[in-house]
Protein backbone atom coordinates (compact mmCIF):
# COMPACT_ATOMS: atom_id res chain seq x y z
CA UNK A 1 0.00 0.00 0.00
CA UNK A 2 0.79 3.57 -0.27
CA UNK A 3 3.29 4.79 2.02
CA UNK A 4 3.22 8.39 3.39
CA UNK A 5 5.88 9.18 6.07
CA UNK A 6 6.34 13.01 8.25
CA UNK A 7 9.42 14.42 9.69
CA UNK A 8 9.98 14.60 12.37
CA UNK A 9 7.43 13.15 14.39
CA UNK A 10 7.77 15.62 17.55
CA UNK A 11 8.99 18.66 17.83
CA UNK A 12 10.15 21.12 20.61
CA UNK A 13 11.07 24.54 19.63
CA UNK A 14 11.26 27.90 21.84
CA UNK A 15 8.92 30.41 20.75
CA UNK A 16 9.85 32.89 18.32
CA UNK A 17 11.60 30.10 16.39
CA UNK A 18 10.94 28.55 12.93
CA UNK A 19 10.31 24.96 12.27
CA UNK A 20 10.22 22.75 9.46
CA UNK A 21 7.55 19.62 8.93
CA UNK A 22 8.46 17.36 6.10
CA UNK A 23 5.87 15.09 4.05
CA UNK A 24 7.08 11.91 1.82
CA UNK A 25 5.04 9.75 -0.44
CA UNK A 26 7.67 6.98 -0.20
CA UNK A 27 6.65 4.86 -3.14
CA UNK A 28 3.87 6.96 -5.23
CA UNK A 29 3.76 10.64 -7.12
CA UNK A 30 1.50 13.11 -4.81
CA UNK A 31 0.03 16.13 -7.11
CA UNK A 32 -1.61 17.07 -4.42
CA UNK A 33 -0.80 17.17 -0.69
CA UNK A 34 -2.82 18.30 2.64
CA UNK A 35 -2.10 19.83 5.62
CA UNK A 36 -3.88 19.43 8.66
CA UNK A 37 -3.97 20.24 12.24
CA UNK A 38 -5.45 18.93 15.19
CA UNK A 39 -5.19 20.54 19.15
CA UNK A 40 -5.26 18.21 22.08
CA UNK A 41 -8.80 16.55 21.83
CA UNK A 42 -10.31 18.04 19.16
CA UNK A 43 -10.93 17.19 15.71
CA UNK A 44 -8.21 17.41 12.40
CA UNK A 45 -8.98 20.88 10.20
CA UNK A 46 -7.79 21.29 7.10
CA UNK A 47 -5.27 24.49 6.92
CA UNK A 48 -4.34 24.18 3.25
CA UNK A 49 -3.95 22.13 0.35
CA UNK A 50 -0.53 22.01 -1.55
CA UNK A 51 -0.55 20.83 -5.14
CA UNK A 52 3.35 20.80 -6.84
CA UNK A 53 4.66 23.50 -8.55
CA UNK A 54 2.21 26.02 -7.46
CA UNK A 55 0.97 27.98 -4.32
CA UNK A 56 -0.74 26.57 -1.76
CA UNK A 57 -4.41 27.14 -1.30
CA UNK A 58 -4.83 27.86 2.57
CA UNK A 59 -8.21 27.53 3.99
CA UNK A 60 -9.79 30.29 5.87
CA UNK A 61 -8.49 31.75 8.77
CA UNK A 62 -5.17 30.08 7.96
CA UNK A 63 -2.05 33.06 8.17
CA UNK A 64 -0.18 31.97 4.65
CA UNK A 65 2.75 34.15 6.19
CA UNK A 66 2.99 32.23 9.14
CA UNK A 67 2.43 28.51 7.74
CA UNK A 68 4.92 28.15 4.57
CA UNK A 69 4.29 25.07 2.28
CA UNK A 70 6.42 24.33 -0.51
CA UNK A 71 5.61 21.25 -2.90
CA UNK A 72 9.07 21.55 -4.66
CA UNK A 73 7.97 17.72 -6.04
CA UNK A 74 5.88 15.11 -6.21
CA UNK A 75 7.10 13.12 -3.24
CA UNK A 76 7.89 15.90 -1.12
CA UNK A 77 5.63 18.92 1.05
CA UNK A 78 7.44 21.38 3.72
CA UNK A 79 5.33 23.25 6.17
CA UNK A 80 7.11 26.13 7.83
CA UNK A 81 5.82 27.14 11.25
CA UNK A 82 7.28 30.75 11.05
CA UNK A 83 8.26 32.72 14.61
CA UNK A 84 6.41 30.04 16.71
CA UNK A 85 4.31 30.39 19.50
CA UNK A 86 2.89 28.68 22.06
CA UNK A 87 -0.29 28.44 20.36
CA UNK A 88 1.09 26.85 17.69
CA UNK A 89 1.63 23.75 19.40
CA UNK A 90 -0.63 21.30 17.97
CA UNK A 91 -0.67 18.11 15.57
CA UNK A 92 0.05 18.61 12.27
CA UNK A 93 -0.63 15.56 9.98
CA UNK A 94 -0.04 15.98 6.19
CA UNK A 95 -2.02 13.32 3.33
CA UNK A 96 -1.15 12.74 -0.02
CA UNK A 97 -3.64 12.14 -2.92
CA UNK A 98 -2.44 9.39 -5.17
CA UNK A 99 -3.83 10.54 -8.52
CA UNK A 100 -4.69 7.48 -10.75
CA UNK A 101 -7.76 7.03 -7.96
CA UNK A 102 -9.41 9.02 -5.44
CA UNK A 103 -7.35 7.65 -2.31
CA UNK A 104 -5.68 10.00 0.32
CA UNK A 105 -2.87 8.44 2.12
CA UNK A 106 -2.55 10.26 5.72
CA UNK A 107 1.28 10.52 7.07
CA UNK A 108 1.82 9.64 11.17
CA UNK A 109 1.79 13.45 12.35
CA UNK A 110 4.43 15.37 13.34
CA UNK A 111 3.90 16.63 17.55
CA UNK A 112 4.82 20.51 17.47
CA UNK A 113 5.62 22.01 21.44
CA UNK A 114 6.64 25.63 21.41
CA UNK A 115 7.79 26.65 25.18
CA UNK B 1 -20.84 24.45 2.95
CA UNK B 2 -19.90 20.88 3.80
CA UNK B 3 -20.33 19.47 7.76
CA UNK B 4 -19.95 16.36 9.61
CA UNK B 5 -21.62 15.91 12.66
CA UNK B 6 -20.53 13.42 14.90
CA UNK B 7 -22.78 13.55 18.20
CA UNK B 8 -21.89 11.31 20.36
CA UNK B 9 -18.53 13.07 22.11
CA UNK B 10 -17.51 9.58 24.13
CA UNK B 11 -19.48 5.81 24.73
CA UNK B 12 -18.49 3.63 27.12
CA UNK B 13 -19.19 -0.47 26.72
CA UNK B 14 -18.16 -3.34 28.02
CA UNK B 15 -15.88 -5.68 25.69
CA UNK B 16 -18.25 -8.22 23.80
CA UNK B 17 -21.19 -5.41 23.51
CA UNK B 18 -22.15 -4.39 20.19
CA UNK B 19 -21.51 -0.64 19.57
CA UNK B 20 -22.92 1.91 16.79
CA UNK B 21 -20.72 5.32 16.07
CA UNK B 22 -23.24 8.06 14.06
CA UNK B 23 -22.38 10.27 11.55
CA UNK B 24 -24.65 12.49 10.02
CA UNK B 25 -23.50 14.44 7.08
CA UNK B 26 -24.38 17.68 5.07
CA UNK B 27 -23.41 18.63 1.37
CA UNK B 28 -24.50 20.36 -1.58
CA UNK B 29 -22.79 18.11 -3.99
CA UNK B 30 -24.57 15.15 -5.65
CA UNK B 31 -20.71 13.65 -5.73
CA UNK B 32 -18.84 12.74 -2.53
CA UNK B 33 -17.07 10.56 -0.95
CA UNK B 34 -17.55 9.36 3.07
CA UNK B 35 -14.65 7.56 5.43
CA UNK B 36 -14.28 6.43 8.24
CA UNK B 37 -10.70 6.46 10.65
CA UNK B 38 -9.50 5.49 13.65
CA UNK B 39 -7.14 7.14 15.73
CA UNK B 40 -5.52 5.46 18.39
CA UNK B 41 -3.44 7.22 21.45
CA UNK B 42 -0.47 6.93 19.20
CA UNK B 43 -2.35 9.87 16.84
CA UNK B 44 -1.75 8.02 13.59
CA UNK B 45 -4.54 7.82 11.32
CA UNK B 46 -5.59 4.39 10.60
CA UNK B 47 -7.87 4.02 7.71
CA UNK B 48 -11.08 1.99 7.80
CA UNK B 49 -13.47 2.83 4.83
CA UNK B 50 -13.93 5.13 1.98
CA UNK B 51 -17.68 5.03 0.37
CA UNK B 52 -18.86 7.23 -2.57
CA UNK B 53 -22.09 8.85 -2.92
CA UNK B 54 -23.66 6.33 -5.56
CA UNK B 55 -23.16 3.17 -3.65
CA UNK B 56 -25.62 2.75 -0.98
CA UNK B 57 -24.49 -0.80 -0.28
CA UNK B 58 -23.91 -1.25 3.11
CA UNK B 59 -20.91 -2.95 3.94
CA UNK B 60 -19.40 -5.67 6.47
CA UNK B 61 -15.63 -6.04 7.20
CA UNK B 62 -14.93 -8.78 9.48
CA UNK B 63 -16.87 -7.24 13.35
CA UNK B 64 -16.84 -3.86 11.90
CA UNK B 65 -20.22 -2.89 9.08
CA UNK B 66 -20.87 0.55 7.78
CA UNK B 67 -24.62 2.03 6.87
CA UNK B 68 -25.37 4.07 4.38
CA UNK B 69 -28.09 6.19 4.06
CA UNK B 70 -28.82 8.99 1.64
CA UNK B 71 -32.17 9.92 2.30
CA UNK B 72 -30.99 10.67 5.95
CA UNK B 73 -27.75 11.77 5.38
CA UNK B 74 -25.92 9.16 7.40
CA UNK B 75 -22.93 6.67 7.24
CA UNK B 76 -23.00 4.79 10.69
CA UNK B 77 -20.62 2.44 11.63
CA UNK B 78 -21.07 -0.59 13.88
CA UNK B 79 -18.57 -2.95 15.74
CA UNK B 80 -19.92 -6.34 16.99
CA UNK B 81 -18.98 -8.20 19.69
CA UNK B 82 -16.55 -5.16 20.77
CA UNK B 83 -12.60 -5.65 22.04
CA UNK B 84 -10.55 -3.78 23.87
CA UNK B 85 -8.43 -3.05 21.01
CA UNK B 86 -10.79 -1.33 19.44
CA UNK B 87 -10.37 1.46 22.42
CA UNK B 88 -9.76 4.76 20.09
CA UNK B 89 -11.57 7.97 18.70
CA UNK B 90 -12.96 7.26 15.42
CA UNK B 91 -13.52 10.08 12.96
CA UNK B 92 -15.92 10.33 10.05
CA UNK B 93 -14.83 12.41 7.08
CA UNK B 94 -16.41 13.99 4.04
CA UNK B 95 -14.95 14.59 1.00
CA UNK B 96 -16.92 16.70 -2.11
CA UNK B 97 -14.82 15.22 -5.48
CA UNK B 98 -15.01 18.67 -6.90
CA UNK B 99 -14.66 18.26 -10.85
CA UNK B 100 -13.36 14.28 -10.05
CA UNK B 101 -9.91 16.12 -8.23
CA UNK B 102 -8.84 15.79 -5.01
CA UNK B 103 -10.19 17.81 -2.12
CA UNK B 104 -9.52 18.27 1.00
CA UNK B 105 -11.26 16.27 4.28
CA UNK B 106 -14.31 17.98 6.55
CA UNK B 107 -13.91 15.65 9.68
CA UNK B 108 -16.58 15.21 12.20
CA UNK B 109 -15.76 15.79 15.62
CA UNK B 110 -14.86 12.33 16.52
CA UNK B 111 -15.86 9.87 18.93
CA UNK B 112 -14.10 8.60 21.99
CA UNK B 113 -15.08 4.90 22.03
CA UNK B 114 -14.08 2.93 25.33
CA UNK B 115 -14.30 -0.65 25.61
CA UNK B 116 -14.02 -1.48 28.86
CA UNK B 117 -12.54 -5.34 29.67
Known amino acids: GAVVSQHPSWVICKSGTSVKIECRSLDFQATTMFWYRQFPKQSLMLMATSNEGSKATYEQGVEKDKFLINHASLTLSTLTVTSAHPEDSSFYIC???????????FGPGTRLTVT | AQKVTQAQTEISVVEKEDVTLDCVYE???????LFWYKQPPSGELVFLIR??????QNEISGRYSWNFQKSTSSFNFTITASQVVDSAVYFC??????????????FGKGTHLIIQP
Open chain 2, 27 to 33: TRDTTYY
Open chain 2, 93 to 106: ALSEALGGGADGLT
Open chain 1, 95 to 105: SAHLAISYEQY
Open chain 2, 51 to 56: RNSFDE
